[in-house]
């Protein structure tokens, strides 16, 4: 059965200084933290998997994403469905991988390595992961 769990953040050593990207636990505000745990659990009933749930140091963002067997850094970064408070208002996003894609050509960040669209419902990003992802190329 699949499993969600909240991370830490990772820890990145850099000039003699640490830092924890993805540290910030838990939303800065109620409304966000709560559609967070709703786009986590959405992804865990989408595709079966365990699902990391991580906030920035700032708690203004954070998402929900597919855990994957890849270390460091780059782990469990393949499948993601944030959300962001921007201007007062809630803004939801898919941060997908090019090796999750059905077709790499809708990747548009990074050198064209990601695919990042923002959407105006939770339903609605949703259906654009539905329609996007191919189950097969997903991390083990």
């Not at 929900?64 to 469905?81: D, E, M, T």
């Amino acid at each position: 059965m699949a499993t969600m769990t909240r991370s830490q953040g990772t820890l990145v050593v850099s000039g003699g200084r640490c830092f924890y990207p993805g540290g910030g636990y838990s939303g800065a505000t109620e409304a966000l933290d709560s559609l967070v745990i709703q786009e986590a659990e959405a992804l865990k009933g989408l595709f079966g998997k365990d699902v990391s749930i991580r906030f920035n140091s700032n708690r203004e963002s954070g998402g929900a994403w597919l855990v994957n067997s890849l270390k460091g850094f780059n782990g469990n970064c393949q499948v993601g469905l944030n959300a962001g408070l921007r201007e007062g208002k809630i803004r939801i996003d898919t941060y997908v991988d090019v090796s999750a894609l059905i077709n790499p050509q809708i990747a548009n960040e990074f050198n064209n390595t990601k695919s990042y669209v923002i959407h105006e419902t939770l339903p609605d990003a949703l259906q654009w992961l539905t329609d996007n992802i191919d189950t097969d190329k997903l991390y083990q």
